[in-house]
């Protein structure tokens, strides 16, 4: 049976990069549930409490078709220990560092782990073998773009973060492997992901904490900044399809094709808590977009993508999951 067709029957042994994390370990479980062994690699980075990621992983860890290895990808030795022992089938790339904010402070770490890392996956792909990448990209290269909604045509020489400048190198890295060596290469430019166990630090998962706690909010501007938040079981849906249909070289915005200020979505947090938030208004952030919204068009044709969850009921999902084991 040719690879492709096992692609099909989602057979397979995968390796997720970052598995441990917010879209890694959701992705980690959908594709054990579906019968495919998994390997994760992960560095319990310490950018927030090693304890959350543990707590993602707990499903996975019954299964025993799981594998975790606790290393780096910019560590070789280990990336070749992981290929060699493991016939891989597809890379799930999902490891980087994150954030617009801290990449501004400390540009040369994240060029390091998310450029040279990413070079590690693509060189260890190469030796062995591997030819099928999913790459996790970011809305955050479109920069200030003036058009909207953002198209995957549309020109991004002009990121304004480290993290955003590293993601744009990594497309192009991928590019390069994709004509070198033939590899089938999806970059998925993730807009705003929100859900169960998403990353402490960011705005939904903050505020909704902060409010419940009666404590003020951080709100950086006037609050007419706007997102395309998109809600974790979509993005998982358009990382599966991609899994089945990579073929060639493809950048694909996955979004909700929703556009929602920052206002607005304090206030459908307030409503679905029952309670007021105390908004303590900072400055804008270097780094920061003033907005994000998706085109989608070409993630319907290639992935058949078809995103379910609009925002109030996202947040609806994810307050009753954050209720049930504690804010936190």
């Not at 070198?180 to 166990?197: A, E, K």
């Not at 505020?207 to 404590?215: M, P, R, S, Y």
């Given at each position: 049976m040719k690879k492709e067709e096992l692609i099909g029957n989602k057979l397979l042994k995968y390796l997720v990069t970052g598995g441990a994390g917010f879209i890694g370990s959701n992705l980690t479980d959908k594709l054990l549930s579906e019968g495919n062994s998994v390997i994760v690699i992960d560095n319990f980075d310490n950018f927030y409490d090693r304890k959350i990621k543990d707590n993602n992983l707990k499903f996975a860890l019954s299964h025993n078709n799981f594998k975790l290895v606790e290393g780096d990808i910019r560590d070789k030795k280990i990336l070749k220990k992981i290929f060699l022992e493991n016939k891989i089938d597809v890379v799930v790339h999902l490891a980087a560092k994150a954030g617009v904010r801290p990449s501004i402070k400390q540009p040369?770490?994240?060029?390091?782990?998310?450029?040279?890392?990413?070079?590690?996956?693509?060189?260890?792909?190469?030796?062995?073998?591997?030819?099928?990448?999913?790459?996790?990209?970011?809305?955050?290269?479109?920069?200030?773009?003036?058009?909207?909604?953002?198209?995957?045509?549309?020109?991004?020489?002009?990121?304004?973060?480290?993290?955003?400048?590293?993601?744009?190198?990594?497309?192009?890295?991928?590019?390069?492997?994709?004509?070198?060596?033939?590899?089938?290469?999806?970059?998925?430019?993730?807009?705003?992901?929100?859900?169960?166990?998403?990353?402490?630090?960011?705005?939904?998962?903050?505020?909704?904490?902060?409010?419940?706690?009666?404590?003020?909010?951080?709100?950086?501007?006037?609050?007419?900044?706007?997102?395309?938040?998109?809600?974790?079981?979509?993005i998982i849906q358009g990382i599966m399809s991609a899994i089945e249909n990579v073929k060639g070289y493809e950048i694909i915005n996955l979004g909700e094709f929703q556009n929602i200020t920052l206002s607005e979505l304090i206030a459908i947090i307030e409503n679905t808590v029952g309670k007021k938030a105390i908004v303590n208004h900072l400055p804008m952030q270097p780094g920061d977009v003033k907005k994000t919204f998706a085109d989608i068009s070409k993630a319907k044709q290639l992935l058949g993508y078809n995103p379910k969850t609009n925002i109030k009921d996202g947040i609806k999902k994810f307050v009753k999951c954050k209720l049930s084991e504690g804010i936190k």
């Open positions: 040369e770490l994240y060029y390091d782990v998310n450029v040279n890392g990413t070079l590690n996956i693509l060189e260890a792909m190469k030796q062995y073998g591997v030819k099928k990448l999913i790459f996790a990209s970011s809305s955050s290269i479109y920069g200030n773009n003036k058009k909207v909604p953002f198209s995957e045509r549309d020109n991004v020489d002009f990121p304004i973060s480290p993290y955003a400048a590293t993601k744009k190198a990594c497309e192009l890295l991928n590019y390069t492997y994709h004509n070198l060596y033939g590899f089938d290469i999806y970059n998925l430019r993730f807009f705003t992901v929100y859900g169960p166990r998403q990353r402490p630090d960011l705005a939904i998962h903050k505020f909704t904490k902060l409010i419940l706690e009666g404590k003020p909010i951080p709100v950086f501007g006037n609050g007419n900044t706007s997102r395309d938040y998109t809600y974790i079981d979509d």
